[in-house]
């Protein structure tokens, strides 16, 4: 058996695909693994997901305030039970910056163990971060990440500000795309929701959301309101309820419940063209790499994307859809209108060729050769 690995995660681990991802490649490769997360009701403190262990921490109080002080108390109550806990783990596995000071604490009683520091996104520049808030973040992650023996990231360009940042080699990339997987064409959102065959269905999946151009989508679509081009929205989140009205004043415009991941992509190849259109309202939205944009290309369907650097270099440089020449309605109304006319054939081979490459038995690669240098 090889070295323990806890892989800390300040959520409740119920959707959470990158890191059970990640967790049963290491299993699979002789790795002791156990995923420590966030308890909430009515999930187990101690589970088994898809044969990884998992202990959820539970709180004296269940819920998290929204006052900083309490949430504070609360933060330093969970990190304190994990550094008990498993302090003689031998390489910790930190997802996200808030699990960082936890892996370090570990670190402090325990010279051996290895920190992996896993930045899911652009920790210091995600959306809304600004004021003291912000300048505290960047300070812990300067200070804590002279502590990592190793970083990976989920974008190149995040991975080079790394290196201007904090003078360190430059992290390792590992994108969080789906599992390789055959595709047979479905036509569930035409049957569910009862769209004719000759509508073209543009397809948004993902957290309903600010920030992620739901409000642009819907403008879109109420502009172009032909019943030609309908939209179909898929997902959960505070945007829903707007976007279900919308569906009842407008003829194209749907709206469909977030489903499970195993049938995630039956759906998802169920539409014509898939729809990412981040706002482009901070550097982790402009150097993103989401993995709604490899869930679309595995479905073998056609993205559409705002203007931001890695989506806009992805598509451009395997000819798989359309860069709206701006982030606006306007620039996606040109976009989805160009995207109507481009050659189907040529899309799905240059598809295939991403899905070769783009897929979680590919990145999986990466992943454990990062653990292959941890010495």
Not at 139 to 167: G, H
Not at 200 to 228: A, C, H, P, V, W
Not at 259 to 267: E, N, Q, R
Not at 285 to 294: L, R, T, V
Request: charged share 25%; hydrophobic share 40%.
């Amino acid at each position: 058996m090889k070295n323990k690995v806890t892989s800390i995660v300040l959520n409740n681990f119920k959707n959470d695909s990158r890191v059970l991802k990640e967790n049963i490649s290491l299993q699979n490769a002789g790795y002791k693994v156990l995923i420590v997360a966030l308890h909430e009701e009515p999930l187990d403190e101690f589970d088994k997901v898809q044969g990884v262990d998992v202990h959820r921490i539970k709180l004296k109080s269940i819920t998290w305030s929204k006052n900083l002080f309490m949430s504070m108390l609360k933060y330093m109550e969970w990190s304190y039970r994990i550094i008990k806990l498993y302090r003689k783990s031998d390489i910790v596995h930190c997802n996200d910056l808030s699990a960082l000071p936890v892996g370090v604490a570990i670190k402090y009683f325990n010279k051996n163990v290895k920190i992996v520091y896993d930045a899911h996104e652009y920790e210091t520049e995600v959306d809304g971060l600004n004021g003291m808030r912000k300048t505290l973040t960047k300070f812990f992650e300067k200070f804590l990440i002279k502590y990592v023996d190793k970083t990976i990231t989920v974008s190149n360009a995040i991975a080079n500000e790394y290196v201007r940042l904090y003078n360190i080699p430059k992290p390792s990339l590992v994108l969080n795309t789906p599992p390789y997987k055959e595709i047979e064409k479905k036509d569930i959102f035409r049957e569910a929701l009862n769209i004719q065959k000759d509508k073209t269905i543009f397809l948004y999946q993902g957290g309903l959301s600010g920030g992620r151009g739901i409000e642009i989508l819907l403008d879109t679509f109420k502009l172009i309101n032909d019943e030609k081009s309908v939209i179909v929205f898929m997902g959960y989140g505070p945007l829903e309820n707007l976007i279900q009205e919308a569906s009842k004043r407008y003829k194209n415009i749907y709206f469909h419940k977030a489903v499970t991941p195993d049938v995630l992509l039956d759906y998802t190849c169920s539409a014509d063209f898939g729809i990412l259109f981040y706002e482009n309202s901070c550097l982790n939205h402009y150097y993103c790499s989401p993995n709604k944009m490899f869930e679309y290309l595995m479905a073998e369907i056609p993205v559409i994307v705002s203007s931001l650097y890695e989506m806009k270099r992805l598509v451009e440089d395997y000819n798989i859809g359309e860069v709206a020449f701006e982030n606006t309605s306007r620039g996606l109304k040109k976009a989805i209108e160009k995207a109507s006319n481009l050659d189907q054939e040529e899309l799905h081979k240059n598809i295939q060729k991403v899905k070769e490459v783009y897929n979680w038995e590919e990145q999986e690669k990466f992943l454990l050769e990062v653990y292959g240098e941890l010495k």
